[in-house]
Every structure is written in C-alpha cells, then in structure tokens.
C-alpha cells in the first residue's frame, strides 16, 4: 500500500463504501482493506454482534439462529475472525522484554526424569542436596 499519508478518498465502491486512492502508487484501495471488516457484505452492527457472540462462547449455529443467517457465513467470519486475531496477537507479541519465564513443560521433564530413578539412584540424589 505504501506510505499511508499518500492516500486520499476516492469515491465509493459499487456497495457504498468508501474507497481510497494511494498518491504514490495510483492504486485503489477498500476502506476496510486489512481490518477484520474487508469483505463482509453483511450489515457492521449484525457483524459486530456476531463476533461479540462467538467471543462469548456461543456457537456457530447459535450464533447463526440468533443473527438469523446461515452457519456457512457464520463459518466464513470465524475463519476471517480468527486470521485477523492471529495477525494482531503475532504483531503484539514482539519484543517482549521478559525477565521471567514460566517452565512448566521443563518442570513436568525434571519431575518425570526423577520418577524414573531407581531406589539406589534416589537416595544418592537426596544424599547430594543434604551435603551439596
Ligand atoms: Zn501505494
């Protein structure tokens, strides 16, 4: 898309939306061109309340049944909900300055390793924490 300060309103599209032009690259752009909203024909609020739904839990056929619309459109919005929610999450997730890290997973290999120890192997093990 390049440098968005290039780009400026151009018209709408044949549903009515806005449309915009990039100065640099002289190419037209959907409004709604990399958001959660590009492409959805149905109406924003019906949209919007279907996503809130599915956030809260409620299943694509009730989801469906509610908004009054068929499942396979409210399929198409999971996947697009949830490409969109993978871009941000991966897009947040950088740089992260840690300064602690959970290790569960390298706990639970620690914990199983020692369960394997045999009778001899163990009282040597808790012989080295007593004097080390
Ligand atoms: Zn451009």
Known sequence: MGDESKLRRWGNDGGGEPRLRCDGCRKIHDVREGTAYAGI????????LGAKLLAEGV????TG???E???DTICEWVAQL???????AT???????LTECQLDELWTFVFKKEAQLTP???????QERVSG
């Open 65 to 67: 049944r509610i908004l």
């Open 91 to 97: 897009y947040h997730f950088r740089k992260l300055h």
């Open 69 to 71: 619309m068929d499942k």
């Open 59 to 62: 299943s694509i056929r009730a």
């Open 82 to 88: 949830g490409e969109h929610c993978a871009k941000i």
């Open 41 to 48: 024909r149905t109406d924003l609020k019906t949209y919007e």
């Open 120 to 126: 001899l192997e163990q009282m040597l093990n808790l």
